[in-house]
């Protein structure tokens, strides 16, 4: 029910070879497209991620997909209803202004509607992304709204707004973990994988590797996808790496256009 440039959906069936054949819970703590979870379909499946409104979105289409549903159905596809509705984080405190289902609808008419799906803010975490010309957008998304719903309630997915590290204090032995973090650069001067308002710089890239070599102690299973660079293959040279192809149609620099390597490194 979202679009999101990078999804993992073009990547399932490569991946799919390499997930493990069993496994106890399913833990995702970068979210976006859940591409993975959606393939999974994991009871138990922990899902997290720093994003609120993103958050939001997937609390309220388990919870209350029809009143989400219902509201989208008010929305008018015009660059004044656009402009209207992207400005709304351009009031103080907007998060607490809203309802819950108005800022679920909000991120899925911006995110249907928006130029290629592009989720990007500006320093002051404000969407900033123009509205694009389409001849019928569906944002409404009834019937995805409401399958995603009777799955997330399927497999009791939990779903929290915490960073990833958290998982270490839920994560036990013989549970999986993906992880698909914002990537590393693949120049140095590229700054299209920014995350949030402090980014997600290579020291975070540590921190990330240091979270899953706790989960391999804790016996956990963890994969972890990112771009194939020389960064990511050194910080991660002790564990098994595969590479896969991923198609790159936006991107704000040339050297993150076209087809991809991506790396997949995994403890098991």
């Not at 595969?242 to 936006?250: G, L, P, Q, T, Y």
Request: hydrophobic residues 40%; charged residues 25%; glycine residues 2%.
């Amino acid at each position: 029910f979202v679009k999101w440039v990078w999804w993992k959906r073009q990547l399932i069936s490569q991946l799919d070879k390499l997930f493990p054949t069993k496994f106890n819970n399913y833990f995702e703590p970068f979210l976006w497209g859940w591409a993975v979870f959606f393939n999974l379909q994991k009871e138990k499946s922990f899902l997290s991620d720093i994003n609120e409104e993103l958050i939001n979105v997937y609390q309220v289409i388990k919870t209350q997909p029809e009143k989400l549903i219902s509201f989208l159905k008010t929305l008018e596809y015009s660059k004044e209803v656009y402009l209207e509705i992207r400005a709304w984080d351009r009031s103080e405190n907007w998060l607490k202004s809203f309802s819950n289902i108005e800022k679920a609808a909000r991120f899925i008419y911006l995110n249907r509607t928006c130029f290629n799906g592009l989720y990007r803010v500006n320093s002051k975490w404000q969407f900033n992304v123009p509205m694009w010309k389409y001849a019928n957008p569906d944002y409404i998304q009834e019937e995805n709204i409401r399958n995603t719903s009777i799955l997330l309630n399927k497999v009791k997915a939990d779903i929290k707004l915490q960073s990833f590290e958290k998982i270490l204090d839920k994560a036990k032995s013989w549970d999986f973990v993906y992880f698909d973090p914002p990537y590393d650069t693949l120049t140095d001067t590229a700054n299209f994988t920014s995350y949030n308002e402090s980014g997600f710089g290579r020291d975070m890239q540590i921190k990330l590797r240091d979270v899953f070599v706790e989960l391999h102690k804790k016996w956990c299973k963890v994969m972890l996808s990112n771009h194939n660079t020389p960064f990511i293959r050194e910080i991660f040279d002790w564990f098994r790496c595969e590479i896969v192809k991923a198609r790159r149609n936006v991107n704000s620099n040339w050297a993150g256009r076209g087809e991809v390597e991506e790396i997949v490194v995994m403890n098991y």
